[in-house]
């Protein structure tokens, strides 16, 4: 058994990132387009290839559009694979790497932490805590200073 290909692997990380935005468990992903949880993860590992016609059943459940699983593509991604045509442009804006792991966006605490963000419904509430997490990361992020550990 070989190793994902990167695009699967990218496509299905963008899945997962949408469901877990929109709060939705594997199991009700799975639910809305007839499979089993245990087979939503392998599409979002990416080990197992998500068809046209699956891909068109995610992009209404998870209510994004099609292209949506493909942006922020990297561009190297077809670079160096046998039998890829390497075109370059055209995938994604940024030549970025190919690595999700190092993608603070793609975390699932990332993820969590915008979801709980966005269910604050008052706005001035919301608009101090976003100002204040940006004043402890510029302060924790000034050359000189160490982080103190918890």
Do not use: W
Request: glycine fraction near 10%; aromatic fraction near 8%.
């Amino acid at each position: 058994m070989g190793k994902p290909h990167p695009v699967d692997v990218h496509v299905g990380s963008r899945v997962r990132q949408r469901r877990t935005l929109l709060g939705m468990s594997q199991e009700k992903l799975g639910d809305a387009v007839g499979l089993t949880f245990q087979q939503i993860q392998k599409y979002e590992r990416g080990t197992n290839r998500i068809g046209c016609s699956r891909l068109y059943e995610f992009s209404k459940v998870l209510d994004v559009p099609v292209a949506y699983f493909f942006d922020e593509m990297p561009v190297n991604v077809l670079v160096g694979r046998p039998g890829g045509r390497g075109r370059g442009k055209g995938m994604a804006d940024s030549g970025a790497d190919f690595h999700h792991e190092k993608d603070p966006l793609a975390k699932r605490e990332t993820l969590e932490l915008v979801r709980a963000y966005y269910k604050i419904s008052e706005p001035r509430v919301r608009k101090r805590i976003f100002e204040m997490v940006k004043t402890v990361g510029q302060t924790s992020a000034t050359p000189g200073r160490k982080a103190k550990r918890a």
